[in-house]
């Protein structure tokens, strides 16, 4: 049988072939789910990892995806490394983007193109709000943030319903749950014209290479990580631990509420019930798959897009489910965590468990 | 009066999909081992169970198939964790997410379906007795199992052998280790067992509760099952009764409804949730309280020979 080894230092070849082999065997699992489905899987799978890069246009349409998750992910990566298990992104993400919704309604005739600066920032201070109750109640009461951070989830997505449902209803809707559509001037702008990929994309670079900075450039990002591997040395040091916990909460509350911003003044442009699309949850397995480093996010970002991609091009080409998306999301983080035991530990053979472990 | 018996016949059943997957949870938790995929197995559960109802007919083997799936569903984290030592709360994570997404995939052709005709139940011929009749006594018999199991596992935990040997592991994983119990072997059966019942709330709640498949229609209670083990302090009875209030606050809203009470129905949707946040914040505030009933080794990995 085979046996755990642990390895005298962690394998650094190990961990950067970890999530290529994690993905190599999502692949095969999709393959024989294709197959299983009756559908021909090399169509099915070229959906997924040849179709949303085939053109100029299709990395366009995938930057619209991959924006919010590179920022929600960058901001889950600062919290995970600080040991602190911020789940409700999709909450902060959704205040987010009713703060900048509310600033994007307020757009009238006269109003300028600055306002779209507006936009962000209010995304930002929603987001953090949103996490800033989690890191309080966390601080003051000792809380779960797991916990804490999900039912703020459901709470904020009732705010939405509330809130389109009701007093920012667009009144000239035909009773849609929806608010007006907002001003063009509050357009979030495009990169180039014809396609769909906006400012986001500079702004979630931008966030990589300050992310990148923060994390290994700087004191406080030095102390958080210190916090999250080893609290007794953290504490010898002097790292203050609530220091850690509130940045690392308005941290990422504010990336994922300035994604929130992004969606709400750009592809949507205006609220509806389906402002949460699962970039929140997706985002907790793209800052693991990209080993919680903003680059590594980035290409993680862009391979869980091309998921998104692929499950709506099965669904109109194929007819099978969109939901697929979910699974093939869950199966890499799956086949991840079970490679990445490989950095720690080696695959050993043992013919038998009376022969024992090698001296 | 008649519809406060209705809100606590409500109650009970809501609670009920709320005490099964908590004391799930609990056994898991007691052995040192954190399953954050609650939500994921319960998904899955659910489909696993409404599929089945729709194509045989019982519920007695949905609740089986629900209950087998909810199993498979903690084996694949078991394996993880206990055996390939991957991080806790990210398997269990991954599970969550994991599990909403297949079952999404696996019920699409099921949203439609309806089940057969929903039996109801009139216990000891009290079911026509005014108030404590309609509220007590006309529950499908898996709302009285769950007591019983509440009950049976208190036996376990505090009165048998193997109950001690289960709370040592999550006590002190290293003495029960040189005693020589299997600690890896047992925390894979807890886990095993915790999914079982977890699989069974969740077919109870397609089934029997809503009856109907939704995607992602367990809304949050396999977290609120998480934070219920938390605020019982670990013991099976305070597991149920939490269950019981929580059902109440997710019933309160359609009460509060029926009387007419002029507040959005939102505002009240958030109730259960913002209730869970208020509760945790009230037993948390002493960090004393819950280190001393936590399983002193829960969440910790355990791995002999390093």
Same mark, same amino acid.
């Given at each position: 049988?085979?046996?755990?080894?642990?390895?005298?230092?962690?394998? *650094?070849?190990?961990?950067?072939?970890?999530?290529?082999?994690?993905? &190599?065997?999502?692949?095969?699992?999709?393959?024989?789910?294709?197959?299983?489905?009756?559908?021909?899987?090399?169509?099915?799978?070229?959906?997924?990892?040849?179709?949303?890069?085939?053109?100029?246009?299709?990395?366009?349409?995938?930057?619209?995806?991959?924006?919010?998750?590179?920022?929600?992910?960058?901001?889950?990566?600062?919290?995970?490394?600080?040991?602190?298990?911020?789940?409700?992104?999709?909450?902060?993400?959704?205040?987010?983007?009713?703060?900048?919704?509310?600033?994007?309604?307020?757009?009238?005739?006269?109003?300028?193109?600055?306002?779209?600066?507006?936009?962000?920032?209010?995304?930002?201070?929603?987001?953090?709000?949103?996490?800033?109750?989690?890191?309080?109640?966390?601080?003051?009461?000792?809380?779960?943030?797991?916990?804490?951070?999900?039912?703020?989830?459901?709470?904020?997505?009732?705010?939405?319903?509330?809130?389109?449902?009701?007093?920012?209803?667009?009144?000239?809707?035909?009773?849609?749950?929806?608010?007006?559509?907002?001003?063009?001037?509050?357009?979030?702008?495009?990169?180039?014209?014809?396609?769909?990929?906006?400012?986001?994309?500079?702004?979630?670079?931008?966030?990589?290479?300050?992310?990148?900075?923060?994390?290994?450039?700087?004191?406080?990002?030095?102390?958080?990580?210190?916090?999250?591997?080893?609290?007794?040395?953290?504490?010898?040091?002097?790292?203050?631990?609530?220091?850690?916990?509130?940045?690392?909460?308005?941290?990422?509350?504010?990336?994922?509420?300035?994604?929130?911003? &992004?969606?709400?003044?750009?592809?949507?442009?205006?609220?509806?019930?389906?402002?949460?699309?699962?970039?929140?949850?997706?985002?907790?397995?793209?800052?693991?798959?990209?080993?919680?480093?903003?680059?590594?996010?980035?290409?993680?970002?862009?391979?869980?897009?091309?998921?998104?991609?692929?499950?709506?091009?099965?669904?109109?080409? &194929?007819?099978?489910?969109?939901?697929?998306?979910?699974?093939?999301?869950?199966?890499?983080?799956?086949?991840?965590?079970?490679?990445?035991?490989?950095?720690?530990?080696?695959?050993?053979?043992?013919?038998?468990?009376?022969?024992?472990?090698?001296? | 009066?008649?519809?406060?018996?209705?809100?606590?016949?409500?109650?009970?059943?809501?609670?009920?999909?709320?005490?099964?997957?908590?004391?799930?949870? &609990?056994?898991?938790?007691?052995?040192?081992?954190?399953?954050?995929?609650?939500?994921?197995?319960?998904?899955?559960?659910?489909?696993?169970?409404?599929?089945?109802?729709?194509?045989?007919?019982?519920?007695?083997?949905?609740?089986?198939?629900?209950?087998?799936?909810?199993?498979?569903?903690?084996?694949?984290?078991?394996?993880?964790?206990?055996?390939?030592?991957?991080?806790?709360?990210?398997?269990?994570?991954?599970?969550?997410?994991?599990?909403?997404?297949?079952?999404?995939?696996?019920?699409? *052709?099921?949203?439609?379906?309806?089940?057969?005709?929903?039996?109801?139940?009139?216990?000891?011929?009290?079911?026509?007795?005014?108030?404590?009749?309609?509220?007590?006594?006309?529950?499908?018999?898996?709302?009285?199992?769950?007591?019983?199991?509440?009950?049976?596992?208190?036996?376990?935990?505090?009165?048998?052998?193997?109950?001690?040997?289960?709370?040592?592991?999550?006590?002190?994983?290293?003495?029960?280790?040189?005693?020589?119990?299997?600690?890896?072997?047992?925390?894979?059966?807890?886990?095993?067992?915790?999914?079982?019942?977890?699989?069974?709330?969740?077919?109870?709640?397609?089934?029997?509760?809503?009856?109907?498949?939704?995607?992602?229609?367990?809304?949050?209670?396999?977290?609120?099952?998480?934070?219920?083990?938390?605020?019982?302090?670990?013991?099976?009875?305070?597991?149920?009764?939490?269950?019981?209030?929580?059902?109440?606050?997710?019933?309160?809203?359609?009460?509060?409804?029926?009387?007419?009470?002029?507040?959005?129905?939102?505002?009240?949707?958030?109730?259960?949730?913002?209730?869970?946040?208020?509760?945790?914040?009230?037993?948390?505030?002493?960090?004393?309280?819950?280190?001393?009933?936590?399983?002193?080794?829960?969440?910790?990995?355990?791995?002999?020979?390093?």
């Amino acid at each position: 049988m085979f046996k755990l080894e642990p390895r005298p230092a962690p394998s *650094r070849w190990m961990s950067l072939a970890s999530p290529l082999i994690a993905l &190599l065997c999502t692949v095969l699992i999709g393959t024989v789910m294709f197959a299983a489905l009756g559908k021909p899987p090399l169509t099915g799978l070229s959906m997924f990892f040849f179709e949303p890069i085939k053109s100029a246009y299709a990395w366009a349409e995938l930057s619209v995806k991959a924006v919010p998750l590179v920022l929600i992910a960058l901001g889950l990566a600062v919290c995970f490394r600080g040991n602190l298990w911020n789940i409700g992104a999709e909450g902060q993400f959704v205040v987010g983007a009713l703060a900048a919704g509310w600033v994007a309604m307020q757009a009238g005739p006269g109003t300028s193109r600055g306002i779209v600066v507006a936009i962000l920032l209010a995304g930002v201070l929603g987001g953090m709000a949103w996490a800033g109750v989690v890191a309080l109640l966390r601080d003051r009461f000792n809380a779960s943030e797991i916990l804490v951070s999900l039912m703020l989830v459901y709470v904020a997505e009732m705010l939405l319903s509330w809130l389109v449902y009701g007093p920012w209803k667009d009144p000239a809707g035909y009773n849609f749950p929806q608010t007006i559509t907002f001003d063009a001037v509050t357009k979030i702008p495009r990169l180039f014209s014809g396609v769909r990929a906006n400012i986001g994309v500079l702004i979630a670079l931008l966030a990589t290479a300050l992310a990148w900075a923060f994390l290994f450039r700087t004191y406080r990002g030095f102390a958080l990580q210190v916090g999250g591997l080893a609290p007794a040395a953290a504490r010898y040091a002097g790292f203050s631990s609530r220091t850690a916990l509130w940045t690392a909460l308005l941290v990422s509350g504010g990336m994922a509420g300035l994604a929130g911003a &992004l969606e709400a003044a750009g592809p949507l442009g205006q609220l509806t019930p389906y402002v949460p699309a699962g970039y929140g949850f997706a985002a907790i397995i793209v800052a693991f798959v990209g080993r919680l480093h903003p680059v590594g996010i980035v290409f993680s970002a862009v391979l869980m897009s091309m998921f998104y991609i692929g499950g709506e091009l099965a669904q109109s080409r &194929l007819g099978l489910p969109k939901a697929l998306t979910g699974v093939f999301q869950g199966l890499l983080q799956f086949t991840l965590l079970a490679c990445d035991t490989l950095i720690h530990y080696r695959l050993r053979w043992v013919r038998s468990a009376a022969a024992g472990a090698p001296a | 009066m008649n519809e406060l018996a209705l809100l606590i016949a409500a109650s009970l059943n809501a609670g009920t999909v709320l005490a099964l997957a908590g004391i799930g949870l &609990l056994i898991n938790e007691r052995s040192g081992v954190l399953n954050l995929g609650a939500e994921g197995m319960m998904l899955v559960a659910a489909i696993a169970g409404f599929a089945t109802c729709v194509h045989t007919g019982s519920d007695w083997l949905a609740f089986g198939a629900g209950g087998l799936a909810g199993a498979l569903m903690a084996l694949i984290f078991g394996v993880l964790v206990i055996g390939l030592n991957t991080n806790q709360y990210a398997s269990g994570l991954a599970l969550s997410l994991f599990g909403g997404g297949f079952s999404a995939f696996a019920g699409i *052709r099921y949203t439609q379906e309806k089940l057969p005709p929903r039996p109801s139940f009139d216990w000891l011929g009290l079911g026509e007795v005014p108030f404590i009749g309609p509220a007590l006594f006309k529950h499908h018999p898996m709302v009285y199992l769950a007591v019983v199991l509440v009950i049976g596992l208190t036996w376990f935990l505090y009165r048998s052998r193997a109950g001690l040997v289960l709370r040592a592991v999550g006590e002190s994983p290293e003495s029960a280790h040189a005693l020589g119990y299997s600690v890896r072997g047992i925390r894979l059966l807890a886990v095993a067992v915790g999914g079982a019942l977890c699989g069974v709330a969740g077919a109870y709640l397609s089934v029997i509760y809503t009856p109907l498949w939704v995607e992602g229609m367990t809304a949050g209670k396999g977290w609120i099952a998480l934070a219920l083990t938390t605020f019982a302090t670990w013991r099976p009875v305070r597991v149920l009764l939490g269950a019981y209030l929580f059902g109440g606050v997710t019933m309160l809203q359609f009460f509060l409804q029926g009387r007419g009470v002029e507040i959005a129905s939102q505002w009240l949707s958030m109730l259960p949730y913002v209730s869970t946040i208020v509760v945790l914040v009230l037993i948390s505030r002493n960090p004393t309280w819950i280190r001393v009933n936590m399983p002193a080794s829960l969440g910790k990995a355990f791995f002999p020979g390093r």
